[in-house]
T-cell receptor, first 112, second 112 residues
Framework: KQEVTQIPAALSVPEGENLVLNCSFT??????LQWFRQDPGKGLTSLLLIQSSQREQTSGRLNASLDKSSGRSTLYIAASQPGDSATYLCAAANTNAGKSTFGDGTTLTVKP | NAGVMQNPRHLVRRRGQEARLRCSPM?????VYWYRQLPEEGLKFMVYLQKENIIDESGMPKERFSAEFPKEGPSILRIQQVVRGDSAAYFC??????????FGSGTQLSVL
């Protein structure tokens, strides 16, 4: 059974700082791994999807990496902004993209 | 191109009543997934449907819960005889095959 852990549970940084969010998973036979953002009271917004055969994906100030052998993924956010404040979730899919196991998230606060 | 539409946004039911949650996937998406987010817990997979078929319902409680995705119309998650423990945010996601998941804004169910 897949288990996904995200550390830290909460993170507070000053604006402009670069930061890394961590995600670990127990079953390395994943199909893909996806990072999401969730704002309070809202749904999830997909940020980056890394297929099993890929090592990383980039979008703007975001970069996500995947290391299946160690069961880890990281989300790197460059030059953080207050608008980046949200909860970030990673989700590992073992069979198909939709049946994913989610971590509990890291709640990020970027202070102006 | 409208995103995943869920309604209602908020639903209040008394114990013993029925709750019906609706989800219209993104245009062109034939895969629908339902997730539940209990208070202070992470997102948990419930069921995966394609048009007129339930593909995987391993995350759905065996009793009182059912889901459908008819040939025409939205996907419906139905909860019969609701109890207080059913209070949660229910999210629907859709995809084109094994690609990115797109989530709706969720339905917040409150059981009095």
């Amino acid at each position: 059974k897949q288990e996904v852990t995200q550390i830290p549970a909460a993170l507070s940084v000053p604006e402009g700082e670069n930061l890394v969010l961590n995600c670990s998973f127990t079953d390395s036979a994943i199909y893909n791994l996806q990072w999401f953002r969730q704002d309070p009271g809202k749904g999830l917004t997909s940020l980056l999807l890394i297929q099993s055969s890929q090592r990383e994906q980039t979008s703007g100030r975001l970069n996500a990496s995947l290391d299946k052998s160690s069961g880890r993924s990281t989300l790197y956010i460059a030059a953080s902004q207050p608008g980046d404040s949200a909860t970030y979730l990673c989700a590992a899919a073992n069979t198909n993209a939709g049946k994913s196991t989610f971590g509990d998230g890291t709640t990020l606060t970027v202070k102006p | 191109n409208a995103g995943v539409m869920q309604n209602p946004r908020h639903l209040v039911r008394r114990r013993g009543q029925e709750a019906r949650l609706r989800c219209s996937p993104m245009k062109g998406h034939s895969h629908v997934y339902w997730y539940r987010q209990l208070p202070e817990e992470g997102l948990k997979f419930m069921v995966y449907l394609q048009k007129e078929n339930i593909i995987d319902e391993s995350g759905m409680p065996k009793e009182r819960f059912s889901a459908e995705f008819p040939k025409e119309g939205p996907s419906i998650l139905r909860i019969q005889q609701v109890v207080r423990g059913d209070s949660a945010a229910y999210f629907c996601a859709s995809s084109i095959g094994d690609e990115k998941l797109f989530f709706g804004s969720g339905t917040q169910l409150s059981v009095l």
